[in-house]
């Protein structure tokens, strides 16, 4: 079975999205072993400088690398962009390749350290647009659990 692993920079605040979330959590059970790591979110001024913000994002890298491991895919507005079957594929190499383990990391609103995301055997962008981190999350676990259902053959992706 594989193993999904999730990084995230911060708690969700809404009931809704933690909802949501639970939802897919609940899913993904049928088909692989997940864990969620929320991880606190460095505070910075009102108005960062871009010192204060690199200072932030190698901290929160520290945290996020405590939890990484196996394929890495850190969500970056400069990765690749997937569609729903390629991400299955991705996936499915990976537990092919001897990979267990996928990590999936979302950094905080100013993104993730350069070391983080050179980590990544796949940098994965959502799309070009910008969404909050908190609905991020949601789509995120929407779209593992829709890249087994794949993987599957089953009816939920089409």
């Given at each position: 079975m594989m193993n999904i692993n999730l990084i995230v920079m911060g708690k969700l605040k809404e009931d809704y999205l933690r909802s949501a979330c639970a939802e897919y959590i609940k899913r993904l059970g049928r088909y692989c072993s997940f864990e969620l790591h929320e991880l606190d979110e460095c505070r910075l001024s009102d108005d960062p400088s871009d010192k204060e913000i690199a200072a932030a994002l190698k901290k929160e890298a520290e945290q996020i690398k405590k939890y990484a491991k196996g394929m890495?895919?850190?969500?970056?507005?400069?990765?690749?962009?997937?569609?729903?079957?390629?991400?299955?594929?991705?996936?499915?190499?990976?537990?092919?390749?001897?990979?267990?383990?996928?990590?999936?990391?979302?950094?905080?609103?100013?993104?993730?350290?350069?070391?983080?995301?050179?980590?990544?055997?796949?940098?994965?962008?959502?799309?070009?647009?910008?969404?909050?981190?908190?609905?991020?999350?949601?789509?995120?676990?929407?779209?593992?659990?829709?890249?087994?259902?794949?993987?599957?053959?089953?009816?939920?992706?089409?």
């Open positions: 890495i895919v850190p969500m970056c507005i400069e990765g690749k962009q997937l569609t729903s079957p390629e991400l299955s594929q991705k996936m499915t190499e990976a537990g092919v390749s001897g990979q267990s383990t996928v990590t999936f990391i979302i950094g905080s609103s100013f993104g993730l350290d350069d070391g983080i995301k050179s980590m990544g055997a796949l940098k994965l962008s959502m799309s070009k647009m910008t969404f909050p981190h908190q609905l991020a999350r949601v789509m995120l676990l929407e779209q593992i659990y829709r890249a087994f259902q794949i993987a599957e053959g089953g009816k939920y992706h089409k």
